[in-house]
């Protein structure tokens, strides 16, 4: 069957930097997204990995290995906004998005 | 990029009524789709909404139940049929372009809750 999984949640301090990690298991692979969502609001777009590597965008960084089925995003010089879930998705042959439970990160001052 | 809207953004319904969501997107899509995402859960696909076609539906999920229509490439409904508490949720619309996968983007979302 077909597989995510995410921490269900993680706690950080502002200024600090964390790491959420994201397995998957599908049925072809073309692609890991991540996405942020604010309580109360709809996904928004944060990365899409389909190489291999580290792609970095200002603070936020995301990582993937195909041979490990294994993603993270690295979120830099945490702030309170970024205080959210942090859904994992990955696009399987058929280019259908299987979604992660999502990982709710709290920022503590 | 895409600007989505839904209708309405939320409402309140009794139990055995029906509900029709409507999402409008601000350019032409290729792929719609209809998702439910509990509290606390992540995002379920209802189904893919095709143009000029019946809808494509995930396991679980039935026509009778959550009819869809796709009149066009900017526009799309959900109707959430014969209500029950376990349909409060909130319902998103999404859009994606065949071919180009590397985003999805969503629609604010309406939260429906049924009494």
């Known amino acids: 069957g077909q597989n995510i999984d995410q921490p269900t949640e993680m706690t950080a301090t502002e200024g600090a930097i964390v790491q959420i990690n994201c397995t998957y298991q599908t049925s072809g692979f073309n692609g890991l997204f991540w996405y942020q969502q604010h309580a109360g609001e709809a996904p928004t777009f944060l990365s899409y990995?389909?190489l291999d590597g580290l792609e970095e965008k200002g603070r936020f960084s995301s990582f993937l290995s195909r041979s490990k089925g294994y993603s993270y995003l690295l979120l830099k010089e945490l702030q309170m906004k970024d205080s959210a879930s942090y859904l994992c998705?990955?696009?399987?042959?058929?280019?259908?998005?299987?979604w992660g439970a999502g990982t709710k990160l709290i920022i503590k001052p | 990029s895409a600007v989505i809207s839904q209708k309405p953004s939320r409402d309140i319904c009794q139990r055995g009524t029906s509900l029709t969501i409507q999402c409008q997107v601000d350019s032409q899509v290729t792929m719609m789709f209809w998702y439910r995402q509990q509290p606390g859960q992540s995002l379920t696909l209802i189904a893919t909404a095709n143009q000029g076609s019946e809808a494509t539906y995930e396991s679980g999920f039935v026509i009778d139940k959550f009819p869809i229509s796709r009149p066009n490439l900017t526009f799309s409904t959900l109707t959430v049929s014969n209500m029950s508490p376990e349909d409060s949720s909130i319902y998103l619309c999404?859009?994606?372009?065949?071919?180009?996968?590397?985003?999805?983007?969503f629609g604010p979302g309406t939260r429906l809750t049924v009494l």
């Open positions: 999404s859009v994606a372009w065949t071919g180009d996968y590397n985003e999805q983007f």
């Open positions: 998705a990955a696009l399987d042959s058929n280019y259908q998005l299987i």
């Open positions: 990995n389909v």
